[in-house]
């Protein structure tokens, strides 16, 4: 309605409902048929020349069927002219459609540096939320990570001294920042799996020596990370709560700063479905509450719609193919223009039976007043629930039998006519099927994340060794012994150059050299107190012969030891010199150590395996894990094929959610939301639960060994929670945490990469544009950029935020990962938006006010995360973590542990004065570790009882409270709110007191001509559906006379070169 840039008709009062005289008469059937059609305002104008006869284009540029003002190109095409598209209209349509802002010289793009006010105001306070909440995530983000720092730095570079290893990280690898530019560091050497576990007695951890040093105990440290974790998640919660407050600030300041049609507009429900007269409704609204400007009434009429939208698609087509005939004028294109005009005679049918059988019926209104005083004189006084509907008196409802229902209406954008004639039980049956779809999405893509991850583990896993590599090391250059005559004789180090003989076999070829080689080894590399173990077959294993050794110093020995036989292998000089005349003699140890754990055979049957099966095949993941980190220079090196696989592994989880984020924006709307910010919001609630699912839940789910959660339940038990790791324990954050890390990163490349792409994109389709357009359209088309897709941009950000929560407290490192991403997605988001879209529609606070309502709950799932995560170490309980007994109750009783070590060296030194064999000595170190052997008899302690334990823990009861307080907060604040709002929807007059009264704020807008004639009006200016730029195109109408023209004419046209050089 206000598309017409009429001004002279807000000076005169509002014209009749009278239909103007058409061109072909009054008393024409086409004018009869526009007026009574069901729908008519949206539609009869439209549908009255569908039906005409050959010729649309009347003598004084008019045309019949729109009546609008037929361009120079329709009429240069009319009478067989061509005149090409003008790339400089292309470029002015787009000026218009996009992001600009008047300058000097016209319009001119926006400034990447425009404030949040000033977005706000120029597009609507949900781009200005949704950038506002990217920037305080970024910079809260920032600040845990601040707190959190001294975790990563200590966690990272604490260094172990025990007795039985070199100074090493408390993982056993050799990681820090010095060296990290080495490749040595990993992100798992920044995580509290870099903490030595409980069995190792690490008392004073050296952080600092200069000046002064600085001694920090294990147990203080520990304290110190759930401390620093707990002032990071208060700080969180506070943000939340300005940033609440912040955001209503914003919508406060943006809606007092631009002037909109729904500052002037309210939704009516609750007419009758036959109030089909606009005027009937609009001087109802103006008697009782002030001048009305517009009454546009919404119908049930989506069915033909679609049908409207499936016809423009037919004439833009039939609109290239007239442009190329009247071009080239081939029988080609005369044919196809002759089809495509039968399918939309057909199509014209199909609308014509509909509108004539069906009644559409009246489904709301929107009532556009003149002045805001009007428009909080009908909000004030109209009733808005169900129950003030109900008991609204006869005098004040419509036709004095309908009573009505108002709210504050919505920007015209925001609504979806197309869907208004879905009704609720169908809407609701409809979210049902979506629902179950995405559940089905996520069982899908839990198996194809389930599934790849097997393959990753059976790549990461494989223990295929070199035969060349083993031959070339143990028996010299060009295999020695194992090689061919030729091999031999060419003597190459290469081992690709090798060649084995035709008999070769691992197993008895290695072993016999083997053997009486790696007993030498364990001679040359036991020492004062530790004896090395490593016979044909078997796992390098360390025993104390003093004191007592844990599994986990026993493991870092192991890796120190292996690390040494490596380097002495390869350089004797490497070697320390106390051990450099045995090592001499010893100097194939590690090749024989690696050939005897890839090629020893059972030589008996056993429950895990039968005679003649290789013994590597029974070993758990973990030890192979070991073994190929041991032996990792023999390995096979992996084929282009494993690669890739390798790869795909590592980006499935980000592959999968972009495929989820494409599907689910593709159902979603077979939903049919009556408004598009719902269609966006229930876009990002899936898009983030699909996502989360896949990047945070799924793993812990696969790979988590808690099989007692679901024993008995089909399907889910053996499927779930039958994984390899009970805790997050070191070999938990080495083998998921760091990958999951790593996972983080690569989704900030993602949604930056696809804004580039699209930009890329965008570029390629102007060309191609360019060179392949037929009609003005077409390139107005190619020379738009995409929507702004905020709806999945808001669910990837909350899945960031969430799995960054989540698994914080562990990996701190993700807080500096999650402030990239916001950050980078603010800045390229903004620069996307104001440089390549078009300027979307004016976005309500919906999906700001939903990102709210998830983002609390981060904390909660951090809290209870963190607790079971602080809490894999044990600490004292809470009511010993003040006391005296501090250490007591950590470690146990000193006289215990003292009596226990001296019955150790008791029972060695007897067996060595009654000529033990090395069996017994070797048994007696097995059993010297009581912890080990307390370990062993417990095994896996009960989950209520280890929840317990956890709770009562000093580390892990605030977090348990915090968590209780939230619950117990969030669930009384839900209750008192539901209460509220059912009180005051029962009582509506207990709303009118002066202590409850909530007054409508009076924003002193100006009247809504004077906004209107003056341009201070944002947005779209009617509720009009033809107005709106979503739906012209759905009315699109081709621009060729009736009758395809019989012959090309030949035209000069050197007249229209000029506005199409570029083009060319």
Known sequence: MYGRKSKDRYFADKAPSTPPAKANGAGSPEDAHATNTPGGSMFGRFTSGLRRGTKSFDEGGVDARTGKKITKRALARAKGVYIPPSVEEAMEHRDETHPRVQGQRGLEVYPLNIGIGDLGVEMGPGIALYFFFLQWMGGMFFVLFFINLPTVLVANAAKYYGPHSASRNSTGYQASWTNALAGEFDFASTTLGSIAPDDVDEDDWLVYRGLFSIHVKKVDFLFGCAGADLVGVFLFFVVMFFLQRRQNAIVAAVDEDSIEISDYSVTVKGLPEDATDKEEVRCF??????????????????????????????????????????????????????????????????????KSKRNFKTKLAFVTFSDEESLLDCLQASPRTWLGQYLMPEEEKFRGTHAYTV??????????????????????????????????????????????????????????????????????????????????????????????????????????????????????????????????????????????????????????????????????????????????????????????????????????????????????????????????????????????????????????????????????????????????????????????????????????????????????????????????????????????????????????????????????????????????????????????????????????????????????????????????????????????????????????????????????VHLLVGMWMHTHFVTPRVGYATGPDTNSALLGDDAYVSALRESTRNAFANALATGASLGDILAIARNASSREAASRGIGYAPIPDEINRRILQANGFPFFLCALFFVAGSVAYKVLTTFWNTFKACAPCFTTLPCLRKDLTFEGVPAFEHAFMTDKLVGAHTYEMRELPKYKDFFFESKTPGATPQKKRQVDERSFRGENDERR
Request: net charge neutral; with cysteine; charged share 20%.
């Open 285 to 354: 609204f103006e008697l009782k509450f002030g001048k009305v400007v517009d009454a546009v009434l919404a119908r049930n009429d989506g069915v033909l719609l679609a049908l409207f939208k499936n016809r423009s698609v037919l004439a833009m087509r039939k609109d290239e193919l007239h442009a190329k005939h009247v071009k080239r004028g081939t029988k080609h294109t005369a044919r196809a223009m002759e089809k495509i005009t039968r399918k939309i005679e057909i199509m014209d049918d199909e609308i014509e039976k509909l």
């Open 407 to 860: 709210q504050q209406a919505p920007a015209p954008t925001d609504v979806m006519f197309e869907n208004l004639d879905v009704s609720p039980r169908s809407r609701f049956f409809r979210r049902l099927v979506i629902v179950l779809v995405t559940c089905l999405l996520l069982v899908v893509s839990f198996a194809a994340i389930t599934a790849i991850s097997v393959v990753k583990a059976k790549l990461s896993l494989s223990t295929a060794m070199d035969p060349r590599k083993l031959a070339l090391a143990i028996g010299g250059p060009g295999g020695g012994v194992y090689g061919t005559a030729e091999s031999k004789a060419l003597r190459s180090v290469d081992p690709l150059a090798v060649v084995l003989t035709q008999d070769f076999n691992g197993t008895t070829a290695f072993r016999a050299v083997c053997e009486t080689q790696l007993s030498l080894c364990e001679s040359a590399y036991s020492e004062a107190g530790v004896l090395t173990v490593m016979p044909w077959g078997t796992p390098l294993t360390v025993f104390s012969v003093v004191d007592p050794m844990s599994a986990s110093e026993r493991r870092i020995k192991g890796k120190t030891l292996m690390g040494e036989i490596e380097m002495c292998g390869e350089d004797e000089t490497l070697c320390t010199e106390s051990r450099r005349p045995a090592v001499l003699a010893t100097q194939t140890c590690h090749a024989c150590y690696c050939a005897g754990l890839k090629y020893k055979r059972w030589d008996e049957h056993g429950e895990t395996h039968v005679m003649g099966d290789l013994a590597i095949d029974s070993y758990s993941d973990l030890e192979i894990a070991e073994i190929r980190e041991q032996c990792d220079v023999f390995l096979q090196e992996p084929g282009e094929f494993q690669n890739v696989l390798l790869l795909v592994a590592v980006l499935a989880v980000t592959v999968v959610n972009s495929g989820l984020k494409v599907v689910i924006k593709s159902i979603s709307f077979f939903e049919c939301p009556v408004s598009f910010i719902e269609l966006q919001k229930n876009v990002a609630e899936k898009v983030f639960v699909a996502q989360f699912f896949n990047t945070a839940v799924s793993s812990l789910v696969i790979n988590a060994a808690l099989p007692e959660l679901v024993k008995g339940v089909p399907i889910l038990d053996g499927t779930v929670f039958s994984g390899t790791y009970r805790d997050f324990d070191q070999a938990w954050y080495q083998a998921i945490g760091g990958p999951l890390m790593v996972t983080m990163l690569v989704n900030t490349i993602g949604p930056v990469g696809g804004n580039l792409f699209t930009e890329w994109f965008g570029s390629v389709n102007r060309f191609v544009g360019r060179a392949t357009a037929w009609t003005q359209h077409s390139l107005d088309e190619a020379y738009l950029g995409p929507e702004f897709d905020i709806a999945t941009r808001y669910g990837e950000v909350l899945m960031c935020v969430m799995v960054t929560m989540m698994y914080g407290s562990g990996m701190p490192l993700l807080y500096a990962f999650a402030c990239f991403f916001c950050v980078t997605i603010a800045y390229c988001d903004k620069r996307h938006l104001l440089r390549v879209c078009r300027r979307p529609p004016r976005y309500g606070t919906s999906l700001a006010y939903f990102a709210l309502q998830v983002v609390p709950y981060a904390g909660l």
